[in-house]
């Protein structure tokens, strides 16, 4: 057992943050998708089993070492579901709820460090893609090829709502009702996702 | 003359210096129309004049008190000619040229500072409205009533734009041509200066 080499006892909280600590650096430094829980372990020094004891899955794991407050994979159903053509508004609407929620604050949070900090900032970046565009590409089956662009565009769009909505605090992004700026913005999604973008 | 009563040369850096700080403070905390030049030279303990003589007009004073490397009075007449529906292409089209030149880097450190600090938020959010997004309101003569909401999304698109691009460094639009982002960006401006946004 390594976790008793190196003389972490599994339940205490050094080994939780050690886990914590060794995930942030595989994500940063090799992505969501190459990063393996198994190396995970090894660099934490403890058994791959105790990571999924604490953590589940590499998707849990990584939300806990990115400290992201929302679980895509219990918000996108909702945007998913349902009309094809409504996807963006859906995805505007559920990304306002979650940021207008108690929650954004965490949010804010991260985009500042993200913003400061190389490092969180392809956190963020992998997070964005893997956990929240991919699946909506996938969804929606967009061409492989036009993935990687058109998902951009969508983070352009929300990055920036997030922006002036929660942290440059523009008057009239900050204080519009959810229902303005999905109507406004919504479109704007679903034809980065969908429609004619050249 | 108050600049002799505080001890200040009138060509001295320090002078440079005590208007600056006072038209940074002036403009954050009062915004770009109310402060006024005379009011930020009582502060700094200078003559109106020497103002004047130092930075031209209240534009000047701002930009070089934000230290904004880039003059939107000499950028907007090229968005502005050219037909209405090709506002937004122009307006992502320059916005684009400027940051992708080197004084981007001076933008990206800018917009760092904005999210960290409260203070440097206010002063370019009044940038953004003052000297970006009214002329080109103005120019298109949107309903006075609308401009709040209409320059707040169109800032959504630009700083997210600015933030996937040069600070996240999100690879495809990093990477993308100009051309490819302006194909895709303008039409969201467009609309959200001019088009249905209900």
């Known amino acids: 057992m390594s976790a008793r080499r190196t003389g972490r006892r599994p339940g205490s909280p050094d080994t939780r943050e050690a886990i914590l600590a060794a995930a942030r650096e595989a994500f940063a430094e090799r992505g969501f998708d190459a990063a393996s829980i198994r190396?995970?372990?090894?660099?934490?020094?403890?058994?791959?089993?105790?990571?999924?004891?604490?953590f589940g899955g590499k998707e849990e794991l990584f939300r806990a070492a990115t400290a992201f407050p929302a679980d895509p994979g219990r918000l996108l159903p909702a945007v998913l579901a349902g009309d094809r053509d409504g996807v963006g508004e859906r995805l505007v609407r559920v990304f306002l709820e979650v940021w207008d929620s108690p929650v954004g604050a965490a949010?804010?949070?991260?985009?500042?460090?993200?913003?400061?900090?190389?490092?969180?900032?392809?956190?963020?970046?992998?997070?964005?893609v893997t956990q929240v565009l991919r699946p909506v590409l996938d969804h929606l089956a967009v061409d492989p090829a036009q993935r990687p662009l058109r998902g951009g565009l969508v983070a352009t769009q929300l990055a920036g709502l997030a922006m002036m909505r929660y942290v440059l605090r523009f008057d009239a992004v900050a204080d519009a009702e959810p229902a303005t700026l999905v109507a406004a913005a919504g479109p704007t999604v679903q034809r980065y996702l969908t429609g004619d973008i050249t």
Request: proline share 3%; net charge neutral; no cysteine.
């Open 39 to 54: 190396a995970i372990a090894t660099a934490a020094g403890v058994d791959p089993a105790l990571v999924h004891h604490y």
């Open 107 to 128: 949010g804010v949070a991260l985009l500042r460090s993200a913003v400061s900090n190389d490092w969180t900032a392809r956190l963020l970046r992998e997070f964005l």
